[in-house]
C-alpha cells in the first residue's frame, strides 16, 4: 500500500509560481509512474503531468507545456511539480497519483494510489 500526501499549494498571483510536493510513504514508490491531475469545479479531473517510475520520461497535457514541470526524487520518495507563469484557469485541486502499471496513459482510471488533494488559487 502506498500513501501519498500533497504540500505546497495555496493562494499565487497570476504570473506567479509554486511548487507542489508529494511524499510518499511504502517501500514501492521508485517502481510507480507518478502523475498529478487537477480537477476545478464542475469540471472533471484532467491530467497535467506525469513521469514514469526512473524519471527518465515525463509525459505533459498541452495546458501546462512550457510552464509546468514535473520530477522525482526516488531517494526522498517524493515527486514535484513546478509550476510558473501560472493562470487563473490554473485554478484547481490538485491530486497526486501513482501506478504500477507497465503503460502510462493520462487516465485517471489507471491510477491506484491517489492523494487527498491540496487547493491552488490563482488570482487575476
Known amino acids: 500500500q502506498v500513501q501519498l500526501v500533497e504540500s505546497g499549494g495555496g493562494l499565487v498571483q497570476a504570473g506567479g509560481s509554486l511548487r507542489l510536493s508529494c511524499a510518499a510513504s511504502g517501500r514501492t514508490f521508485s517502481s510507480l509512474a507518478m502523475g498529478w491531475f487537477r480537477q476545478a469545479p464542475g469540471k472533471d479531473r484532467e491530467f497535467v503531468v506525469g513521469?514514469?517510475?526512473?524519471?527518465?520520461?515525463?509525459y505533459y497535457a498541452d495546458s501546462g507545456k512550457g510552464r509546468f514541470t514535473i520530477s522525482r526524487d526516488n531517494a526522498k520518495n517524493t515527486v514535484y511539480l513546478q509550476m510558473n507563469s501560472l493562470k487563473p484557469e490554473d485554478t484547481a485541486v490538485y491530486y497526486c497519483?501513482?501506478?504500477?502499471?507497465?503503460?502510462?496513459?493520462?487516465?485517471?482510471?489507471?491510477?491506484?494510489?491517489w492523494g487527498q488533494g491540496i487547493q491552488v488559487i490563482v488570482s487575476s
Open positions: 497519483a501513482g501506478t504500477a502499471d507497465s503503460i502510462f496513459l493520462p487516465n485517471p482510471r489507471i491510477f491506484q494510489y
Open positions: 513521469i514514469r517510475s526512473s524519471g527518465g520520461t515525463t
